[in-house]
Antibody, heavy 120, light 107 residues
Framework: QVTLRESGPALVKPTQTLTLTCSFS??????????VSWIRQPPGKAPEWLTR???????YYSTSLKTRLTISKDTSKNQVVLTMTSMKPVDTATYYC????????????WGQGILVTVSS | EIVMTQSPATLSVSPGERATLSCRAS??????LAWYLQKPGQVPRLLIY???TRATGIPPRFSGSGSGTEFTLTISSLQSEDFAVYYC?????????FGQGTRLEIK
């Protein structure tokens, strides 16, 4: 059974760095063909793809946010970590980690999401 | 980055009637287009991929069509559980991009 769960702060201040952890089970990110993405969704708006990391440590980033994002994995802990610098109020959103199909970036399992509010 | 445009923003339809939702891409996607449904407080649920293939467990009243830059999601006879927000998503090019959504509401 595949599960993913996001953890991290619910509230960050503007200019701070956000660090979120995705802890997963039911698969290994060292297995060929496995990929995990971070996707966020501001309240009342559409989802937005942020980044992806592959089993072979290839990484992909959103064009508009790539200077602020870092994704990494710890296969021994079954975790993926997202770091986002220089947080702004417009970054307020629910942040999801998701297992995706590497060949086509379709989500096959979602985490429950974590609402992160950026406010002073 | 590809831009996805959905229309209309809001669609009011009576239960039992047909709903047609549109999605346009700024570049050709071939058939690399998916549709998701999202209800309040839930994650998006995959309905259709490859423009016209229903995902596992999706009833046949949901159908997708189109290729290139123009796509359509049709719900043949609306049930109460179908009233939600629908998103199209391209996965032809990185990064994958969602449309802004169509809210399907009860008339």
């Amino acid at each position: 059974q595949v599960t993913l769960r996001e953890s991290g702060p619910a509230l960050v201040k503007p200019t701070q760095t956000l660090t979120l952890t995705c802890s997963f089970s039911g698969f290994s990110l060292s297995t060929r063909g496995m990929c995990v993405s971070w996707i966020r969704q501001p309240p009342g708006k559409a989802p937005e793809w942020l980044t992806r990391i592959d089993w072979d440590d290839d990484k992909y980033y959103s064009t508009s946010l790539k200077t602020r994002l870092t994704i990494s994995k710890d296969t021994s802990k079954n975790q993926v970590v997202l770091t986002m610098t220089s947080m702004k109020p417009v970054d307020t959103a629910t942040y999801y980690c998701a297992r995706i199909r590497c060949a086509d970036n379709l989500v096959d399992y979602w985490g429950q999401g974590i609402l992160v509010t950026v406010s002073s | 980055e590809i831009v996805m445009t959905q229309s209309p923003a809001t669609l009011s339809v009576s239960p039992g009637e047909r709903a047609t939702l549109s999605c346009r891409a700024s570049q050709s996607l071939s058939t690399n287009l998916a549709w998701y449904l999202q209800k309040p407080g839930q994650v998006p649920r995959l309905l259709i991929y490859s423009a016209s293939t229903r995902a596992t467990g999706i009833p046949p009243r949901f159908s997708g069509s189109g290729s290139g830059t123009e796509f359509t999601l049709t719900i043949s006879s609306l049930q109460s559980e179908d009233f939600a927000v629908y998103y199209c998503q391209q996965y032809s090019h990185w990064p994958p991009v969602f449309g802004q959504g169509t809210r399907l509401e009860i008339k």
